[in-house]
């Protein structure tokens, strides 16, 4: 293993710029990094290069309005972002929700999770200087978009959810598109662990790489895969079960060392468990309602406040909204889980190779919109 | 004998045209096809639009980059900038002189055409660092830095293991090489040999796995960041020539060269087996690039110290031991 | 005993009495919300780090009279978020807590670019989001088009 043999002379310390434009780099993220030769010192990542102002907009459109928003956040968990704020927006205003709709919600919110990790897994391994998995990977997704995008109209930033339901009911054509596309995700796993996971070279590249431990997650607030692949077993989706999930039974993967390879593992594991969701909501997925006709159209909640944490993509995300009993949100926050995920990574890089950098960024899975908002 | 003399002349300038025009026409092929062996391997088809199959894809790519500008950058050393893509291609095209093609067609059967070959193709080392040097850039400077220390690691088993079959055929004579396998191929007499050989020959010609000092998704971007146009199309060329020229040895020294199977014609002509057999060694080293993911760079340098030059250090010995013997 | 149970006891001995303010219904997403004075902010903290929470986030609301920073911990069990609150005045120093979670260092870079509020002990307090030269707090409720600015009672009562 590369480890720092000596401590390094002050004026042969020199820095180094990685981006804001760098084809590994996702999203538009500088970091700037001191460097003793090979070995990194300190990385200063620099963001805000998207900030687009997305918590003060939040204060000056209606809850309704501020629901394309939401997804432009994490443009790769979009539905997942579209259901939190649904279900936040939902528990402050007390709407329900009927089963149906819940059922569609929570099949797109998964389907877009694993659209978000088969993305993940093609860019990473591209990275890596592997260029064929991001093909196969692709051609996955598109599936996955052309069904969502059937449903919801778009293919990438989704404005699907609505408080009570969704905006449009799906039918026959949707549930059997969805089963043959799990079926056929399944089945391609075992191409993608001959091709990658069991690929020495691959495995050099992540084994002991990027090691976060428990400790340094708890610090900095890691969450999602990343946390989970430490060792600590925790899943939004079953520490605080919100809409159906408690209805499902499906596994937290959960890893051991923490470094890039567990990761890696966990994401793909995590795939597998989404398709699993899927295959039961499919199967008890109820005939009724698709919205809630009663709620009304320009939501108005009651004085107060709710935080709502749901499991995206990425990790926890979280809605603090705080209403003042008119149309628009008195404060709306999001908490976003890359900002945990990317800061950890100013502890994890000290001491690490350059050439290693590339593979712990990636890894890591950040999205830099999500932190700038 | 003025007869001979002048006939000789002819000889060598014919010999030199066709081989200037068969290395760019093989370039231009070898782009072509390894666009499409990315594709279809990617599972898209690669190509299709310019000319039939996108034969025609690498002439226009051509034109595009030499119609583009020339730039130098202001604080480079003008003088390697310019000379560096020149310095890689040139030495190149020396190895078509020795090569094999056929038992007419060698242009000069040297009795040292074996080293003439891997000498020449040293000097690429020296532009690449020459070009990296002149572009007065971090990161073209890293990539260049890199790649020497690469090529001077891998080189040292790739010999190693030519030396090997040398030492069973007593002469570094192409021809004479070739010839002492009809009975059999020494890739089956020195497969370790002949592994070696082929990853030392990948990683010389800085292609994946061992493609760190031009990747453009590391951190560098690689020793011809800085080049535009025709410059990086000659470095470009180069590669792929090179490609050819060490797939052209392998099979000289491995697989038989202009010979069939244990001896066995088939009535087809020499230069027929021979490019064959060459295209299929490169489609294999395309095959492994769009297949593995990159070492990184600690690791490969490991490999090459650690594994490969005693490994081939071991086989020479038994080579001798065995020979000694029989 | 759950952490949370841990936490609101020591909690319990270090406020006043009517400072927390259970909610076991979760209706808000917290177990419970305990009101700091706002010296008091570190001493929480740190109880909250021994007691093996992490901070999930921080934010403020700014209301006319003024400004609440708002503390969300969790720990890594089910249904364990508990908040804390601090009120101090716009523009107020606050006190950092990033020496004992690393994570608020970043966070407080944020709040203090868009309110203003810089936060004492707090080494690093460049603008994160907002370029480097920025001289405006964008999300002060006197900044650029607002449409409620209310007293904090109207809300909380």
């Known amino acids: 293993m590369a480890e720092q043999l000596r401590e390094p002379v002050v004026d042969q310390i020199y820095s180094l710029n990685l981006g804001p434009q760098h084809p590994s780099t996702h999203g538009v993220l500088r970091v700037l990094l001191d460097l003793d030769g090979e070995f990194i010192i300190k990385a200063d990542p620099i963001i805000g290069y998207g900030h687009r102002g997305h918590e003060k907009m939040g204060e000056n459109r209606t809850y309704k309005q501020f629901m394309p928003n939401s997804s432009r956040m994490d443009y790769l968990s979009g539905m997942l972002f579209n259901h939190g704020f649904a279900l936040a927006v939902e528990k402050l205003s007390g709407i329900e929700v009927p089963e149906r709709a819940k059922y569609i919600r929570t099949i797109c919110a998964e389907m877009n999770r694993i659209s978000s990790h088969l993305l993940w897994f093609g860019t990473y391994v591209m990275d890596l200087g592997g260029f064929t998995p991001f093909l196969y990977a692709f051609d996955d997704r598109e599936q996955i978009l052309d069904i969502l995008d059937s449903v919801s109209g778009s293919r990438l930033t989704y404005s699907y959810c609505r408080f009570g339901g969704v905006c449009k009911d799906v039918g026959t054509d949707f549930v059997d598109r969805t089963r043959a596309f799990v079926k056929r995700l399944l089945s391609r796993f075992p191409d993608y662990h001959n091709l990658v996971t069991k690929n020495i070279i691959f495995i050099h590249r992540t084994r002991g790489v990027g090691v976060v431990t428990q400790e340094q997650a708890r610090q900095f607030g890691v969450t999602g895969p990343n946390l989970r692949a430490t060792g600590i077993e925790y899943d939004v989706r079953k520490a605080e079960p919100y809409e159906i999930y408690d209805r499902f039974d499906f596994n937290v993967p959960v890893g051991s060392k923490g470094d890039a390879l567990d990761r890696y593992n966990v994401r793909l594991e995590e795939?597998?468990?989404?398709?699993r969701i899927i295959e039961q909501a499919l199967d008890q997925m109820p005939k009724g309602d698709y919205h809630n006709e009663s709620?009304?159209?320009?939501?108005r909640p009651p004085k107060g406040e709710v935080y709502f944490a749901v499991e995206s993509a990425?990790?926890?995300?979280?809605y603090y909204l705080v209403s003042d009993g008119s149309a628009f949100p008195y404060r709306c926050h999001i908490r976003v889980p890359s900002f945990g995920n990317l800061h950890v990574l100013t502890d994890v890089l000290k001491g690490t190779l350059v050439a290693d950098a590339i593979s712990i960024l990636g890894s890591i899975d950040v999205v830099i919109p999500e932190i700038d908002r | 004998m003025g007869h001979e003399m002048g006939s000789d002349w002819v000889r060598l300038v014919v010999g030199l045209v066709v081989v200037l025009a068969f290395s760019q026409l093989n370039a231009?092929?070898?782009?072509?096809?390894?666009?499409?062996?990315?594709?279809?391997?990617?599972?898209r088809p690669g190509p299709k639009e310019v000319g039939p199959f996108g034969l025609l894809q690498t002439i226009a790519d051509g034109i595009k980059l030499v119609g583009k500008e020339l730039i130098t950058p202001a604080t480079a050393d003008w003088k390697l900038f310019i000379i560096a893509p020149v310095f890689v291609f040139m030495p190149v095209l020396v190895g078509f002189l020795v090569l094999p093609f056929s038992p007419q067609l060698i242009l000069r059967d040297m009795n040292a055409g074996v080293l003439l070959i891997f000498a020449f193709s040293t000097f690429t080392v020296l532009a690449i660092l020459a070009g990296g040097w002149a572009s007065n850039n971090k990161y073209a400077l890293l990539g260049a830095v890199r790649s020497v220390a690469q090529n001077v690691a891998y080189e040292i088993p790739l010999l190693l293991s030519v030396m090997s079959v040398v030492l069973m055929v007593h002469s570094m004579r192409f021809a004479e090489i070739v010839q002492a396998q009809d009975k059999l191929w020494f890739i089956f007499l020195q497969p370790v040999a002949g592994l070696i050989f082929l990853i030392c020959a990948t990683a010389e010609t800085n292609r994946a796995p061992f493609d760190i000092p031009e990747a453009e998704s590391e951190l560098v971007a690689g020793f011809h960041t800085e080049y535009s146009g025709m410059r990086f199309g000659l470095f470009f060329l180069a590669e792929y020539t090179n490609m050819f020229i060490v797939s052209a040895v392998a099979t000289s020294l491995f697989f038989g060269?202009?010979?069939?199977?244990?001896?066995?014609?088939?009535?087809?002509?020499?230069?027929?087996?021979?490019?064959?057999?060459t295209y299929v060694l490169i489609f294999v080293i395309m095959w492994v690039r769009w297949t593995f993911p990159r070492l990184r760079f600690d690791q490969l340098m490991n490999f090459s110290w650690k594994v490969m030059i005693p490994l081939s250090l071991a086989n020479l010995l038994v080579t001798a031991v065995v020979l000694k013997f029989i | 005993m759950a952490k949370k149970d841990d936490i609101l006891q020591k909690l319990r001995e270090?406020?006043?009495?009517?400072a927390i303010r259970m909610d076991e219904a979760y209706k808000a997403g917290v177990a419970f919300s305990a009101q700091v004075p706002l010296d008091k902010v570190r001493d929480v903290a740190a109880a909250f780090k021994d007691g093996g929470f992490y901070l999930e986030s921080v934010t403020v609301l700014d209301f006319q009279d003024t400004v609440e920073l708002v503390y969300h911990m969790n720990a890594h069990e089910p249904k364990s978020r508990v908040s804390f609150r601090a009120l101090c005045g716009h523009d107020q120093p606050a006190p950092t807590v990033s020496d004992i979670f690393a994570t608020a260092e970043?966070?407080?870079?944020?709040?203090?670019?868009?309110?203003?509020?810089?936060?004492?002990?707090?080494?690093?307090?460049?603008?994160l989001l907002l370029p480097e030269d920025a001289d405006y707090y964008p999300l002060k409720k006197t900044f650029g088009k607002v449409h409620a600015y209310v007293k904090r009672e109207e809300i909380y009562g």
Not at chain 1, 295 to 299: C, D, M
Not at chain 3, 14 to 18: G, I, K, N, S, V
Not at chain 3, 106 to 123: A, D, L, M, S
Request: aromatic share 16%; glycine share 12%.
């Open chain 2, 28 to 43: 231009l092929f070898l782009v072509w096809l390894e666009r499409k062996v990315a594709g279809h391997i990617q599972l």
């Open chain 3, 14 to 18: 270090m406020l006043a009495e009517d």
């Open chain 1, 314 to 318: 990425r990790g926890q995300t979280g």
């Open chain 3, 106 to 127: 970043w966070q407080e870079r944020e709040i203090h670019e868009f309110f203003g509020n810089p936060f004492t002990g707090n080494t690093d307090l460049r603008r």
């Open chain 2, 257 to 277: 060269g202009w010979q069939g199977p244990f001896g066995f014609d088939l009535h087809i002509p020499g230069i027929v087996w021979f490019l064959m057999k």
């Open chain 1, 295 to 299: 709620a009304a159209f320009k939501v």
């Open chain 1, 271 to 275: 795939m597998v468990q989404s398709c």
